[in-house]
């Protein structure tokens, strides 16, 4: 049985949601997707993927006119067994786990010099994660990063971004049969960064995928998750986490592609925003093509808008072209801070900063516990505290 | 000895573009080891005065002074007169989700008593103190009020008065939306407390059904948005018997 739902609770002037109408994610993008970049027109702003962006922020990643200097640093730690190439656009590992379906994801292709490929061998089972440190030196850079994991193989990749640069990546995930991958991508850029990133997912038979995508930082932070499955029985969760400050745009766009029976996803994300014009967007697409009997899904975004002159645009939604499933829902909402929730904590001698505090942990607490790494979580708790003590400031 | 008092107050409150006036110079002083009960219609500002005495952002002070053992309450925060012993029982408890109970009651008494309790004794004061409004120990990692029935949310406003020990407990309804047997459970509760002698209690209600099980030494009939007329216990029953118009027609063209 298909079941959908969308629930705004308590939306609020100060943060808006708009519900899709009947566009579809196919006809939804202005281009099909493609690793050429002259496949894409230079956007203009009204395309619907570019509607909610900021083009002139993006420091011209998006017409051309951006260069890459280098200036970005990166530096993968990665346990015995771990295998890490340099490999060029031929590899055939190179873009396998999906094409660009935008003009900067394309550029990014068009334009990286090499490619970094980290492998898991089969059947090996890390104890220790494998990072990735990111860190901008004020550059312009292109990259493709692809991270493969063997049958049956289970990894923590933890991906930094720290610093500034105007950076524009892929990142490409091939899971295979029976492995099981989590992913922390964590943006924690100076507030003068641009990052638009691609990741694509292909999950395997059987195969676990999990993603947290954690954002702070940046002036301007755009990613794409995307996820695909190359079997059955495969399952995907992603989740994700951010902190908007004024002045900041985070846009997390999200896809789910049930393209083969039998598969799981789930999608939570959540936000805290604060400031005048900080904007968060996101977008869940769900499709559950017609060969897709048996998928699972469930998707949700909910926001907190702590202060007033913030923005949220919310857009779930969920295509199916089958009703041989087991379920399928979404859910979006945009809540006000409450002043009767401050009310009620400072009633009973909580000051006000604390009070606070207690609303957004609690507003986060659930879903953090949900990424099931400790010291990730106890991370993100620190740095969730970290950025609200900035506003009570 | 704790004394809260209030004089003269005025109390407005904005309202589709007007400015409304909903207490019109109320005079109340209430007294460690007292109970009062606030009896009256519905709309007559018992609320309002609940409220704008906690220091509810909603409402405005023109006129008048609130003042508890001389210090003026009305120039402390909200949670600054929770510290200074204040407490108020709401209706309508607000839901705090991803915030447990026994989390927001250790921030609390930390909050109110200054320091963090001994972790040891507070587990058995907390476990004590639930167990004698029956409340159900799992309560404590439940969310606070979230989904709480009318009864756990009244039960919990009282688990709160018993640990954080207030010098002035206002208790708003509390008996509304109650079936007898937790009605009797909350008036126990909120009994326990008054036997220390440490606490005043306002008790707001619209019903005297309360006052079976929690005397008060003085009723004060609300009307208008001020006292109509105070006496002691006898005063509710005779609101028993005839009910709020007398007082009520007055009011009417003001």
Avoid at chain 1, 259 to 271: A, D, F, I, L, R
Wanted: hydrophobic share 40%.
């Amino acid at each position: 049985m298909a079941e959908a739902q969308n629930i705004p609770v308590g939306s609020t002037t100060a943060g808006s949601i708009a519900v899709a109408a009947e566009s579809t994610v196919a006809t939804r993008m202005s281009a099909p997707p493609s690793f050429d970049v002259d496949s894409f027109p230079v956007p203009h702003g009204r395309e619907e993927e570019w509607r909610f962006t900021p083009l002139e922020r993006l420091r011209g990643l998006h017409d051309g006119t951006a260069v890459a200097d280098g200036g970005i640093r990166v530096e993968v730690s990665a346990p015995e067994g771990v295998t890490q190439e340099t490999v060029g656009r031929d590899d055939a590992r190179v873009g396998k786990a999906g094409k660009p379906v935008d003009r900067v994801a394309a550029q990014a292709y068009s334009s990286f010099e090499k490619a970094s490929v980290v492998t898991v061998p089969k059947e090996t089972v890390l104890t220790e994660p494998i990072r990735i440190a990111v860190h901008g030196e004020g550059g312009t850079a292109f990259a493709h990063q692809v991270i493969e994991l063997g049958a049956f193989a289970e990894a923590l990749v933890v991906i930094d971004h720290t610093g500034d640069a105007v950076l524009a990546a892929n990142v490409d995930f091939v899971i295979g049969d029976g492995a099981k991958l989590t992913v922390v991508s964590v943006q924690d850029w100076d507030d003068t960064a641009v990052h638009v990133a691609q990741h694509n997912a292909l999950v395997g038979r059987d195969a676990s995928f999990k993603s947290v995508v954690v954002t702070f930082g940046g002036d301007l932070v755009r990613l794409h998750p995307r996820v695909q499955y190359a079997g059955t029985g495969g399952e995907a969760e992603l989740l994700g986490l951010y902190v908007t400050d004024a002045g900041q745009h985070q846009e997390h766009r999200l896809l789910v592609d049930h393209n083969t029976p039998h598969c799981k996803s789930n999608v939570v994300y959540k936000g805290a925003l604060q400031g005048d014009d900080a904007h968060a967007v996101w977008i869940g697409d769900v499709l559950i093509e017609a060969a897709a009997e048996g998928t699972d899904t469930y998707e949700m975004n909910r926001n907190l808008v702590l202060t007033d002159g913030a923005r949220v645009d919310s857009v779930p939604n969920l295509e199916i072209e089958t009703g041989e499933i087991v379920g399928a829902g979404h859910a979006s909402a945009t809540g006000r801070f409450d002043d009767e929730q401050l009310f009620y904590l400072q009633s009973r001698g909580i000051p006000e900063e604390e009070a606070r505090r207690l609303v957004v942990r609690g507003f986060f607490a659930e879903l953090v516990q949900q990424i099931g790494l400790p010291d990730v979580e106890e991370r993100l708790i620190a740095k969730i505290e970290e950025e609200l003590e900035a506003t009570v400031a | 000895m704790a004394t809260l008092e209030i004089k003269d107050l005025h109390v407005t409150v904005e309202a589709d573009n007007a400015t409304k006036e909903i207490l019109k110079g109320v005079d109340l002083t209430v007294k460690q080891g007292e109970t009062h009960a606030i009896m009256g219609p519905n709309g007559s500002g018992k609320s309002t005065l609940a409220y704008s005495v906690a220091g509810h952002p909603k409402y405005t002070i023109t006129q008048g002074s609130v003042t508890l053992d001389g210090e003026d309450v009305l120039e402390m925060s909200v949670d600054e007169r929770a510290r200074a012993g204040m407490f108020l029982a709401m209706q309508y408890p607000v839901e705090v989700p991803g915030v447990s109970v026994s989390n927001f009651l250790r921030t609390s008494a930390t909050a109110i008593r200054g320091e963090a309790p001994k972790l040891r004794t507070w587990v058995k004061e907390v476990k004590s103190a639930m167990e004698q409004l029956q409340m159900d120990p799992a309560f404590a990692e439940r969310n606070v009020n979230e989904g709480f029935s009318g009864g756990e949310k009244k039960r919990h406003e009282i688990l709160q008065m018993e640990l954080l020990k207030p010098k002035i407990a206002i208790l708003d309804e509390t008996d509304s939306g109650l079936d007898v047997d937790a009605l009797r459970q909350v008036s126990d509760g909120v009994n326990r407390v008054r036997e220390t002698g440490e606490v005043g209690t306002l008790l707001i209600t619209h019903y005297t059904r309360i006052l079976r099980y929690i005397k008060p030494d003085f009723v004060h009939v609300f009307a208008n948005g001020r006292i109509a007329e105070s006496g002691g216990a006898e005063l509710a029953d005779k609101l028993e018997a005839e009910g709020y118009e007398a007082y009520t027609k007055g009011g009417a063209s003001a």
